[in-house]
């Protein structure tokens, strides 16, 4: 039988089960990154239930309206993992400044200080970037979808070069540094989670718009390839920076790439493994890299069973949020047969049923 240590501190606990060794007990995530957070407005409503009254919200993820959680919250629901946060995380609207606002639901917030919208004749609330508007939230709706695609018209290699790609400037890497030097002063026991992005086909997906990327990689698998290349020069030059920036103080780095429909993948494992597959393994070959202690994270939506032993042999150390509910998705199923090679990251919690 496996000696379990009788207590262990949030990050010897998260390190266990991320090594595949028994921790003293599962470990937990309270909101440590974008797509384990909790909306805002019911952030505010579970601190009124459980009788926290100091304190304002602060909403850094404006996409999905995310509320920054607080220590008080975050020991509470004993949770182990703390974010370290992108200076933009969406949108492009940097979180280091802030300002008062109301959320849908007439609670007192902070929001991002370049935040700015205006409401259409509909109602609707459209997010302005660089006088463009880049996010739309319907009337009485409570996040922003996307609104416009910057590669929604493009065609040639000429177009993708036109592309202004997501490069850390000295003010991201600036800010990265202080946060990840402040999260070591702050929670030095908690385990940090890295917010990268890394995404390839979703990078796709949001800036060519979803029919357009699908047809074009049907149409012109060529031009396709020719803008994950780029890509990848970006990504691996990011990281080659990220990790200047954040030296040793990360466990884990996050990736995101939603692969999966509620019914199956979006593309055929055909498909993945020709024009996505090898330019996610070349990102995630370069984390292994550079530090080969910290886990790889891969965020991807939906079913997507068919693509576990591909991201298995591509270096995924991590897998979220494991959709319970899509098809062939099934825990018990999918730990038995995939879990002594990669860790499962969520599916105790299902909100969209």
């Given at each position: ?68 959680p607080e220590r008080e919250v975050i020991e509470y629901f004993k949770a182990d993992i703390v974010q370290l946060h992108r200076l933009r995380p969406v949108f492009g609207i940097p979180i280091d400044r802030w300002k008062e606002g109301v959320l849908p639901n007439g609670e007192k917030c902070l929001y991002p200080k370049e935040f700015n919208y205006v409401k259409n004749k ?232």
């Open positions: 039988m496996k000696e379990v240590k009788i207590f262990m501190t949030h990050r010897e606990r998260v390190l266990a089960a991320l090594n595949h060794r028994e921790p003293d007990r599962v470990p937990i995530d309270f909101g440590a990154m974008r797509s384990t957070g909790i909306h805002a407005c019911t952030y505010v409503e579970v601190k009124k239930y459980l009788g926290m009254k100091h304190g304002i919200v602060k909403v850094y993820d404006i996409m999905q309206m995310l509320a920054e509909k109602g609707d609330k459209e997010l302005i970037v660089n006088g463009r508007v880049v996010a739309r939230m319907p009337k009485n709706g409570h996040w922003f979808d996307f609104a416009s695609f910057p590669l929604a018209d493009a065609e040639s290699e000429k177009d993708i070069d036109a592309h202004k790609f997501d490069k850390f400037d000295e003010q991201e890497l600036s800010f990265i540094k202080n946060q990840a030097e402040k999260l070591k002063k702050d929670y030095p026991d908690y385990a940090v989670l890295g917010e990268f992005g890394g995404t390839i086909f979703e990078e796709g997906l949001f800036t060519f718009g979803l029919e357009k990327y699908l047809t074009l990689l049907i149409r012109k698998p060529k031009l396709i390839q020719y803008f994950n290349e780029k890509l990848v020069e970006v990504h691996l030059e990011n990281l080659k920076n990220y990790f200047a920036a954040v030296g040793d103080y990360i466990d884990i780095i996050q990736m995101g790439d939603d692969l999966g429909t509620q019914s199956g993948p979006y593309i055929s494992p055909k498909h993945y493994r020709k024009y996505i597959k090898p330019y996610q393994k070349a990102v995630y070959d370069e984390v292994h890299r550079i530090n080969p202690r910290v886990k790889v994270f891969l965020h991807s939506c939906g079913s997507i069973r068919p693509f576990i032993p591909d991201l298995i042999e591509i270096g995924v150390d991590i897998l979220n949020p494991v959709q319970t509910t899509a098809r062939d998705m099934d825990p018990v199923e999918l730990k038995r047969e995939f879990g002594k090679d990669i860790v499962f990251w969520g599916g105790g919690v299902e909100t969209q049923g």
